[in-house]
């Protein structure tokens, strides 16, 4: 038996925690599919063209230390909007997706496109102020020297790009939950995400 969460939205709403609460909670496989991208923007940083290095990605590309920083958000954001590079990560994730024994996957497009099937699809957001700060805390973490006002211009122009571009946009499904983080600590936005799945379960 296949069951599928679909969980997306913008960067730092806590889609990543949430997704991997659920999984540990259900003892889903759970797979970040912002990697696959930030793994392709990285080989482009290294020289490679996207389409190229989205075809050859391996295993190793998702392991690497260096997906993480804000160079690598940027270069993933650029590549995901070349048709080509999300044609060709398209099956892994949907055979991802079928495993037996349950599967979530986070992402922009994994409720619009890559898993309209899904038997639950979250929508996560919270405010741009919120969600720059939880980012700038984490990279401040990892040494980062980059100031507020330079991370939550970063998310902003992200999430523009990500909403914008004509191949699979961010955008909720028709029959997504939506839930705002804005306000809820994350226990609280794990337990209502595990609250509606067991409703469809
Ligand atoms: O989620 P994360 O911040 O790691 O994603 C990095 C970038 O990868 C996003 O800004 C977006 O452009 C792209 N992405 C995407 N579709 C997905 C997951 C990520 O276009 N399903």
Known sequence: MSF?????????????????????????????????????GRRMLDGETPEAAALALTAEDLDRPDLRTAEV?????????????????????????????????????????????????LFVTASAEVRAERRY???????????????LADV????ARDAERAAAPMKPAKDA??????????DAALAAAIAVIEARM
Not at 137 to 151: D, F, I, N, P, Q
Not at 177 to 186: E, G, H, K, N
């Open 177 to 186: 939950v939506m839930f705002d983080t804005s306000a809820l600590d994350i």
């Open 73 to 121: 958000a940027q270069a993933a954001s650029k590549v995901a909007a070349i048709p080509a590079v999300r044609a060709a990560l398209v099956d892994f994730q949907r055979a991802f997706a079928r495993r037996a024994g349950g599967a979530v996957l986070d992402g922009r497009d994994i409720g619009t496109v890559i898993c309209p099937e899904a038997e639950v699809k």
């Open 4 to 40: 599928t969460v679909a969980i997306d939205g913008p960067a730092a709403a806590g889609k990543g925690t949430i997704s991997k609460g659920v999984a540990a909670r259900f003892g889903f496989a759970h797979l970040d599919t912002g990697l696959l991208y930030r793994a392709v």
């Open 156 to 159: 902003k122009e992200r999430d």
């Open 137 to 151: 805390l984490e990279l401040a973490a990892k040494g980062s020297r980059m100031t507020r006002e330079e991370v």
